[in-house]
């Protein structure tokens, strides 16, 4: 084997600029590839990251994905009811007290209930539209996409006394209103009650901060004339990964339709599948051009070297070891490029996350391109590289097994 | 002495639009420390009959038997496993690798071979060089020697696995007198004090009437195969 290898060498050395040429384009397509899926993998993690941040990771709503059986059903088998409704509207989680003490036992993570109304908020004549969301102060922290978003007052200022609410800016500015601006809310059964602006949040997401009230939980009950109802759970887990497990488990157990972030974004997920899709076909086609490369210079060695293959076939070199010659020099040349193609991809790489720029939309925030960093990403490139190597390599080596040395000898003298 | 090349009814036929015949029901048995001539007029099918005997091209009919061993059952590894160990060529034009030195060119096959340590191996070539008189030449590429030389390069490359069989198509064909002569004299040695067997293509008659054994071939048929009488008694050296 080691003999090929030397055999390989004199003849990818004998060939230097068109191997460097060869080289260089495996080079630049595994550098290239190393980059963009620096990019896009970071793109997606940093996204993935937001929808992990900004969204509870479990919410158990007080919806059921099946009618409740109903009682003559459970008796009787014969009997099949739908389309049933119930007496009253006042839908919510039944006994949360006992579900809530339920979750503690167990939960790894926090949660907290709320009690989700529409209703609107109203100040000086101005009506806004809103979710007016009922919280408990002790547990919301714990989960909140608010907290580390406010730009005047605190979170704390919920229970600073009297009935506050907290805002996102864009509603304060659509009502006018600011801190110390007292607000009327009124739900859709027509319930009012007055609110002291606590403070103002900003969190960048337009339906956040123009559309959500955050009140006492005890408030949103009597707006929605609903002593103790909580219609919400939003669950935040010490690990995300096992939100539909936990999902899962609390649906089975109560019932109540819970729903892990995973399966709140399949379609935002799945079109990130899509995108991984689309950025390995283009490494591939890359990686193909590359080939090609490879495939010029092993077929012009294969047939500028007839006469050595002859030459050492009649010497008594099986078939076999001049396909595994010429293969050897395929993937020496994508083995060389590919490594080249690292340092190129790593200098890429480097460089772009070194990139900073202003988001013209808010004008504020310097922002970073979202590389990724991982090893997977240069094993990945090259085993592309490689692989494109060995067929480019494969196909002239093939050919060149099957020289007639006699036909060669015969053609020389 | 036993047989090493044994043939009986070769016969090869391009298998082309119009179907040529290169070589015809060739019968010959070639044994031992025989010094055989290969004659005959241009196109009578001397080249072709050395590459089916060497292994290097199939025969369309008859048996061919190297070293007692039938060779038409035999796959394509086990024909050049066979020619690496048992067969050694020395052609018209040395064909020898330009990249590598001529060491290197006479070590390849005992490299491929694999049977000796390398240190065995440069030993072996630089006996095998020295002996051709080539121990100033070793580290020299092949474009770098005279024609004589480097077919006594190849010479001692078709030595290297030490095979019985040497098979030489017009070994001298494009050497001038004095190196024609030199090489001749090599083979002659080969056979008389290493006691290989050679089996040599030549036009050149005055040569022929030196060897042991004279093959005339015709039209691709063997039209004669005789002992040669000497004139005079073979002078070895
Ligand atoms: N590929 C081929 N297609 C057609 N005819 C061929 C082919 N190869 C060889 N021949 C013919 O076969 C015959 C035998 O060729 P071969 O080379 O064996 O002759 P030779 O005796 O070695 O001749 P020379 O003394 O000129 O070397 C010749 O007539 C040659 O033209
Ligand atoms: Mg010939």
Redesign the interface.
Known sequence: M??LFE?AF??IA?RGRQTLVAMLGVAIGVGFSIGMTALMAGSQDDFVETLVNTMPHVQVSDEQRRARPQPAEDAFDAIAISGLRPREDGRGIMNPTALIAWLEAWLPGRFAESLQLTGVMRFSGRDVGARIIGIDPQREPGISPLIGHFHQGSFASLTSGGNNVLIGDTMAAKLGAEIGSTLTAVSSKGLSRSFRVAALFHTGSTARDEGEAYVLLKDAQILSGRANAVNDIRIKLDDPNSASSVARRVEAETGYKSVAWTEANESLLQALVVRNVIMYTVVGAIMLVAGFGIFNIVSTITHEKA??I????????????MRRLFLIEGLAIGGAGSALGWLLGFAMVYALSQVRFELAATGQEMTRLPIAWSIWHYVIAASFALGSAAVAGYMPARKAAKVN??DI??G?? | MSTLIEARGLTRVLTETVPVTLVSDVTVSIAEHEFVAVTGPSGSGKSSLLYLLGLLDHPTGGTLAIGGRDAGPMGEDERAATRLAMLGFVFQFHFLLPEFTVMENVVIPMRRLGRLSRPAMKARGEELLTSLGLQDHMRKTPDQLSGGQRQRVAIARSLANDPPVVLADEPTGSLDSKSSEQVFLILEQLVRERGKTVVAVTHDLSLAARMDRRLNMVDGKLASDEKVEKAEPAQSG
């Open positions: 080691r003999l055999i004199t003849h004998g006469r050595d002859a030459i050492m076939k009649s010497l008594g070199f099986p078939a076999k070891d040395p006699v000898i015969r020389a003298t």
